[in-house]
């Protein structure tokens, strides 16, 4: 049987001969050929390559967002799809370590010849941080995300005030902990006054949680990035993962909290590395290196609310009991007929 597409060669279909011919080490052009140019441009365009795979993926998982309903189907979707990312993300933080085995005297052998060039003129990295909300954009995964927790529907219920039995039962865990601090007999007067004041602080975030006008004042003063919807809505997924109909929703969230971390690794990695190459110089591309680098570990992070949910989560064992229909839709109930 004819098969229906014509023939492809494996140099063809990568078109190898492009491909192999795109490094053209500076060093060689001017006559003085430095040896480790030709690992800096191939992990260099090895990393551009895996940037497009990256906004392949996430442009897809937006597009799955975008509309005013998501079906649960494409949230399984989207998991796959972030895995995926934070799986090539792995591989990015690696790849370092190919790049550290050029020294810094054999970077300075064809550095200056480099000079505007810097990774900062990355046009996809930018998109990446662009995409996921780093910077706001009319359709970054940030804003649509909180736009889908937003529609979640079990948040109030005829008759069931959940969110009076969950404060009901963090009064009661920072009631025990408050009096195991104080009864505690190794601590000396001191640390009992700071873990106390610990406690305070825990307290004080938990009112912010439940109080809206408190955790709106926060947002806009730059401490949240959430709408308090949002954030309870991810929270009650936190509490609920073992109900089935939460569980992909919170693998969801749970992704993008590894991409940020990821994303955040590879940057202070990133900023360790060029610390070692060029100490504090500034960078190629007229920055302060090291220092700003380090700078955007935390300051570029975009999911910082789903962080902080662990300083809500209680022990399943205090969990409110949910009403048994509630239950029921959660768990993928059907009644025999």
Do not use: C
């Not at 993300?89 to 480099?114: A, G, I, N, S, Y």
């Not at 025990?176 to 406690?199: C, F, G, K, N, Y």
């Not at 992909?248 to 590879?266: G, I, K, Q, S, Y």
């Not at 949910?309 to 009403?323: G, K, Q, V």
């Amino acid at each position: 049987m004819d098969k229906p597409y014509p023939p492809v060669e494996y140099q063809q279909y990568l078109e190898l001969a492009r491909l192999l011919d795109a490094q053209r080490p500076k060093s060689a052009e001017y006559g003085r050929p430095a040896h480790d140019e030709l690992l800096f441009i191939v992990v260099h365009q090895v990393y551009e390559l895996w940037f497009k795979q990256i906004l392949h993926e996430l442009d897809s998982v937006i597009e799955l967002f975008q509309q005013d309903s998501v079906d649960e189907r494409n949230i399984g979707v989207a998991v796959s799809r972030l895995n995926r990312i934070t799986e090539i993300q792995k591989l990015l933080v690696d790849q370092l370590r190919v790049l550290e085995t050029m020294t810094p005297l054999d970077f300075l052998d064809f550095r200056d010849m480099l000079l505007p060039a810097s990774g900062f003129q990355s046009q996809q990295f930018r998109r990446i941080e662009g995409r996921l909300g780093v910077r706001r954009e009319a359709a970054s995964l940030f804003d649509l995300v909180e736009k889908w927790l937003e529609r979640t529907p079990f948040l109030e219920l005829p008759g069931y005030q959940f969110w009076a039995s969950y404060r009901a039962a963090v009064e009661q865990m920072l009631a025990d902990d408050r009096r195991t601090i104080e009864t505690h007999p190794a601590l000396t007067p001191e640390e009992r006054s700071v873990q106390l004041a610990e406690l305070d602080r825990t307290r004080a975030s938990f009112e912010a949680l439940l109080d809206e006008p408190t955790h709106e004042r926060l947002r806009a003063e730059g401490q949240r990035r959430l709408s308090h919807r949002a954030t309870l809505a991810a929270l009650l997924i936190q509490l609920y993962r073992d109900q089935p109909i939460l569980h992909l929703p919170f693998r969801f969230l749970t992704l993008l909290v590894d991409v940020d971390e990821l994303l955040a690794t590879w940057r202070y990695r990133h900023a360790l590395m060029v610390h070692r190459m060029i100490g504090t110089k500034i960078g190629t591309g007229g920055s302060s290196g090291h220092h700003y680098l380090m700078g955007t570990v935390e300051r570029n992070k975009v999911f910082t609310d789903l962080f902080n949910l662990s300083t809500f989560l209680i022990p399943r064992s205090a969990l409110p009991d949910l009403p048994p229909d509630l239950e029921r839709r959660l768990g993928f109930y059907f009644p025999r007929e």
